[in-house]
């Protein structure tokens, strides 16, 4: 034998071995493996993974071993905590267009449900309160997939927009916005999801359209003066208990040289600072005491539509001006329609449970099982 050459069996085993290591591919896209750099680390990082995938492709009766920890990889580890919390029964699926990556991911529901209870409530809010944000988000996901999907963005069931579906934050997104409370806020928002797992809100049998906001300002308003469309679930009702949520209330200041620049962009109108002075005014109320519209210029706009320009709070407000500008002194934050999140808070502070917080702001509806 020749020194300084293996032989040619070890060869042939070594190239075998850096072909299938090609083909397996690489198994970990976690976030801990972008901050390491060097190939030695990646590699001594990956060798164990590798090894496993290989041995658990090439074994017999390794297939479904194989499958299961590619859907967990897909589901990160959210997913992993909420399989063990619901006994990896077999669950449904969704697309879902992330909007900060541009593109359609395949999730599963119950995941992404804990995405969206994450990005749209607070996780220290009541657990009761964490569970009726777990249905109601669910319920918008299960209406998208049986009504045609999300209309921006064509192949995907919904939208991570929260001004269009629904918002939904990743399992990194939630670490930056949880820090040391991560884990848990993570494991209350778990709880709040696989307690209510498969649960919707339904009106005849059928899943209803699902509205919610952060704060109603004490009454919520009813669908038809917000989206032209009446439903005998999205109703106004009472909102107790709201008035200790942070930006209950809140004032915003624009000078009139600002408001001008404002409305004429958004009405394509073509005032300056004192005309919007002189003409600025309220035209009209909805029954729950909300602005209905508003008179700028010569013209009367829907209230909706400018607290969309001046990007206010709600339309619940009340103007003062000065020499120089215009204060909205503005009550509660979103659209008010259906469930108020402040309010199912309180509610759940006051002992309600996650059923009586539904049925409170969507009267006449059911909770079950679908
Ligand atoms: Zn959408």
């Known amino acids: 034998m020749r020194h300084g050459y293996p032989p040619v069996w070890l060869s042939a085993a070594l190239l075998a071995l850096a072909l299938m290591w090609r083909m397996v591919g690489a198994p970990l896209t976690g976030p801990q493996l972008e901050d390491i750099q060097t190939p030695l680390w990646q590699a001594r990082v990956l060798l164990p993974t590798r090894v496993a995938r290989i041995l658990r492709l090439w074994l017999p009766g390794s297939q479904e071993a194989q499958a299961q920890t590619i859907r967990e990889e ?28 541009g593109r359609v991911a395949q999730m599963e529901l119950e995941s992404y449900v804990c995405g969206v209870v994450a ?31 999300c209309a921006l963005h064509a192949g995907a069931d919904i939208c991570t927009d929260s001004a269009h579906c629904q918002g939904y934050a990743t399992p990194a997104q939630c670490r930056e916005l949880w820090g040391e409370a991560y884990t848990a806020y993570r494991d209350r928002v778990l709880e709040a999801v696989a307690a209510t797992r498969d649960e919707l809100v339904t009106y005849g049998g059928q899943p209803i359209t699902v509205m919610y906001h952060a704060i109603s300002g004490g009454r919520t308003e009813a669908a038809q003066t917000v989206f032209s469309e ?11 208990g709201e008035e200790g949520a942070p930006g209950f209330q809140q004032d915003a200041y624009f000078t009139f040289d600002e408001m001008a620049a404002l409305v004429d962009e958004a009405f ?39 607290r969309q320009a001046l990007g206010l709070r709600s339309t619940w407000f009340t103007l003062s001006m000065d020499g120089s500008g215009v204060t909205f002194h503005q009550r509660g934050y979103g659209h008010g329609v259906g469930m108020s999140q402040a309010g199912a808070n309180s509610m759940a502070a006051d002992g309600a449970d996650y059923r009586a917080i539904l049925t409170h702001y969507y009267p006449g509806v059911a909770v079950e099982k679908r």
């Open 268 to 306: 394509g109108l073509n005032l300056t600072a004192q005309e919007v002075e002189r003409t600025l005014a309220v035209a009209g109320y909805t029954d729950t005491g909300r602005v209905a519209a508003m008179l700028v210029g010569d013209m009367e706009v829907e209230a909706t539509a400018f």
């Open 230 to 240: 009446a439903l005998p679930y999205l109703v106004s009702v009472e909102s107790a």
């Open 119 to 149: 990005a749209e409530m607070p996780a220290a809010y009541h657990l009761e309160a964490l569970k009726a944000q777990a249905v109601a988000a669910r319920t918008r996901a299960v209406w998208q997939v049986e009504n045609g999907g």
């Open 74 to 101: 897909a589901m990160g580890e959210e997913g992993q905590a909420l399989d063990r919390l619901m006994n990896g029964e077999e669950r449904r699926m969704i697309s879902v267009y992330l909007a900060d990556e």
